[in-house]
């Protein structure tokens, strides 16, 4: 059976039969197609890549440009994930409108399939003029990266019956405001499951427990491809790093020795041509 473009009509019939969704990070054409080839619902080309592509040590310095230059290389190597375009900070918090603007060229330019932002309540009106303008958004709440420094820091949120009831509220308030998904980082999982009880949109999870209707992670954390840290919902299901390195030591040490290119890695051309050089 030829395999389909994920649509949001896929996702919500998932929640509806308690099926479960999977989204991975990905910020390249090569590994938009290895996620795409392993069937994930849907691909997150996520402002992380600020953080485990170019170096920056939060994803706050991310830019627009630098966004939709990698969701174009993904949206070409995902021939059938559903993908969302993560808007980076400051292009959506300034107004309603700088909102829109930005959020259509993720979908005009980039080819993206729909769009991510973060924030609660506060936001609800920014992801309902984006969705009145015809842009599927994904909402984002619990540890919300671009304003880690107004948490206080990179911290598990909901802690308290105060602040699980403050992330229902903003749940609800963003299902209402058009968002067909939300995002739900760093929160109790009693909490995630209060949350994806009383939405009728599907959540997807990344530390907030198995009771989501999906789950997500950094592609790079998952391979172990990013060693700075290792964050604690993370589950490394092969370590990438130390066998990359050893492949880079061995070339380094067969280009000094003479031992490579060999061969059968080199060209010839026909003897009587040789002798005419």
Sequence with gaps: MERKKVTISDFMQKKEAGQKITMMTAYDYPTAGLVDQAEMDSILVGDSLAMVVLGHDSTVPVTMDEMLHHCKAVVRGAAHSFVIGDMPFMSYQVSPEKAVSNAGRFIKEARCDAVKLEGGTEMAPVVRAIVVAGI????????????ATKLSGFK???????GARELVESARELEKAGAFMIVLECIPDAVAARITEALNIPTIGIGAGKYCDGQVLVYHDLVGLFERFV??????????????????????EEVESGAFPGAEHSFTMKAEEAEKL
Excluded: F, R, S
């Design 156 to 162: 598990v949120q909901g802690k308290d019956a105060e």
């Design 136 to 147: 599927p958004v994904c909402a984002h709440i619990g540890l919300t990266p671009q304003t």
């Design 231 to 252: 964050p604690k919902m993370v589950k490394q299901y092969v370590n990438l790093a130390p066998m990359v390195k050893k492949a880079l030591i061995q070339y380094k």
